[in-house]
């Protein structure tokens, strides 16, 4: 296990300020769910032993930190499109610190510059001629060449109402591969089976990190279970369902490859009496049997007895119709509600997300 400034990942060591200088970072979410993109954002954040508080202007977040926490919040997060450093806050290319150009990129590396406009940009030189503009200022100030298709360094510049940001920013590759991994891509397949973003989602609200004991006692088909080990927690599935546990253990593959364990037993007779965290969606959707009052049933009766799974402090994040009325219940068994967000799946369901700390 590598650990680093708090974040840790099994096997990866993210780039951390020898310095220990505060610098200015962004993150730039999808438009798909933003609400869910930003607390996903947060979550992540709160992992680390550094206090961060990220300021939001639609969907473009800045934060400061003594770490470069990039390549993590890229590599875990479903909802971030690019993250990096950001270089220089200016309204005319002129007030660009010449400074914070020189050595910014390695000699004999390439580099491309594009543009994210948010907003209206004023100001000379801030016209569809600003990429080579920039350009022209990285080749003053480096020994490196330009290369658009495949650059080893993209400069970002970021344009909104407030201004420019120049920044050095990286693409999400996990939101390409979490594509690859939707239902209908999975080895087994049921409608009732969620999303690879949204579980992917979800597992980061519960701030699961490598080597942790997750477990989600209505797996269904294992989709939230795949993305659990997928960032190095051991995963344990609990369905009633004896065809949907063989499904979800096709999806997970070898168990000696990835770490997970399957029981066929009742939710709310929970054979788990110990794990970190829990992520789960309930069935309440059309193609679940247990819509309605008895839908409601099964999830309160595991709410009720959720206390003795988690620790003090363990977080339950986990999906639930509107219909339900799930809040009512679990203010009425005093869980601390960290976050709920509202998600429309289509004009009969409207999907609830609820991040809980025991």
Same mark, same amino acid.
């Given at each position: 296990?590598?650990?680093?400034?708090?974040?840790?990942?099994?096997?990866? #060591?993210?780039?951390?300020?020898?310095?220990?200088?505060?610098?200015?970072?962004?993150?730039?979410?999808?438009?798909?769910?933003?609400?869910?993109?930003?607390?996903?954002?947060?979550?992540?954040?709160?992992?680390?032993?550094?206090?961060?508080?990220?300021?939001?202007?639609?969907?473009?977040?800045?934060?400061? /930190?003594? /770490?470069?926490?990039? /390549?993590?919040?890229?590599?875990?997060?479903?909802?971030?499109?690019?993250?990096?450093?950001?270089?220089?806050?200016?309204?005319?290319?002129?007030?660009?610190?010449?400074?914070?150009? #020189?050595?910014?990129?390695?000699?004999?590396?390439?580099?491309?510059?594009?543009?994210?406009?948010?907003?209206?940009? @004023?100001?000379?030189?801030?016209?569809?001629?600003?990429?080579?503009?920039?350009?022209?200022?990285?080749?003053?100030?480096?020994?490196?060449?330009?290369?658009?298709?495949?650059? @080893?360094?993209?400069?970002?510049?970021?344009?909104?109402?407030?201004?420019?940001?120049?920044?050095?920013?990286?693409? %999400?590759?996990?939101?390409?591969?979490?594509?690859?991994?939707?239902?209908?891509?999975?080895?087994?397949?049921?409608?009732?089976?969620?999303?690879?973003?949204?579980?992917?989602? #979800?597992?980061?609200?519960?701030?699961?990190?490598?080597?942790?004991?997750?477990?989600?006692?209505?797996?269904?088909?294992?989709?939230?279970?795949?993305?659990?080990?997928?960032?190095?927690?051991?995963?344990?599935?609990?369905?009633?369902?004896?065809?949907?546990?063989?499904?979800?253990?096709?999806?997970?593959?070898?168990?000696?490859?990835?770490?997970?364990?399957?029981?066929?037993?009742?939710?709310?007779?929970?054979?788990?009496? %110990?794990?970190?965290?829990?992520?789960?969606?309930?069935?309440?959707?059309?193609?679940?049997?247990?819509?309605?009052?008895?839908?409601?049933?099964?999830?309160?009766?595991?709410?009720?007895?959720?206390?003795?799974?988690?620790?003090?402090?363990?977080?339950?994040?986990?999906?639930?119709?509107?219909?339900?009325?799930?809040?009512?219940?679990?203010?009425?068994?005093?869980?601390?509600?960290?976050?709920?967000?509202?998600?429309?799946?289509?004009?009969?369901?409207?999907?609830?997300?609820?991040?809980?700390?025991?």
């Amino acid at each position: 296990m590598v650990t680093c400034s708090g974040y840790s990942w099994a096997g990866i #060591m993210y780039t951390i300020e020898g310095n220990g200088l505060t610098r200015d970072y962004f993150v730039y979410v999808s438009g798909e769910a933003v609400r869910l993109a930003k607390a996903e954002t947060e979550a992540l954040l709160a992992i680390g032993a550094e206090e961060i508080v990220v300021e939001w202007t639609g969907r473009l977040g800045r934060f400061s /930190s003594k /770490s470069d926490v990039t /390549s993590f919040l890229l590599e875990r997060a479903a909802f971030i499109k690019s993250s990096g450093r950001v270089l220089a806050e200016f309204r005319e290319i002129e007030d660009i610190p010449r400074s914070n150009l #020189m050595g910014a990129i390695d000699e004999s590396e390439t580099f491309a510059v594009r543009v994210l406009r948010l907003g209206e940009c @004023d100001g000379e030189g801030v016209g569809d001629d600003l990429p080579a503009h920039i350009g022209s200022l990285l080749l003053k100030y480096n020994k490196a060449e330009v290369s658009l298709d495949n650059p @080893d360094n993209l400069f970002l510049v970021i344009c909104s109402t407030d201004g420019l940001l120049l920044t050095i920013s990286e693409e %999400s590759r996990t939101r390409k591969l979490l594509g690859l991994r939707e239902p209908g891509r999975k080895r087994f397949f049921h409608p009732s089976m969620m999303n690879a973003k949204l579980a992917r989602a #979800m597992c980061n609200l519960a701030r699961i990190m490598p080597g942790d004991l997750v477990l989600d006692p209505f797996c269904g088909g294992g989709g939230i279970l795949c993305e659990v080990t997928l960032i190095g927690a051991t995963a344990i599935g609990v369905d009633l369902d004896w065809s949907l546990l063989m499904g979800a253990r096709i999806n997970l593959g070898n168990p000696g490859e990835l770490r997970s364990c399957l029981v066929q037993a009742d939710a709310k007779y929970c054979p788990v009496h %110990s794990c970190d965290c829990i992520v789960t969606d309930p069935p309440y959707g059309r193609s679940s049997s247990t819509r309605g009052r008895r839908a409601k049933r099964l999830v309160s009766g595991f709410l009720e007895n959720v206390d003795g799974i988690l620790e003090k402090g363990g977080r339950l994040c986990f999906c639930a119709s509107t219909d339900m009325n799930l809040l009512d219940v679990v203010t009425d068994l005093g869980i601390e509600i960290e976050t709920v967000i509202n998600l429309r799946v289509h004009s009969g369901l409207v999907r609830q997300v609820f991040s809980l700390v025991i």
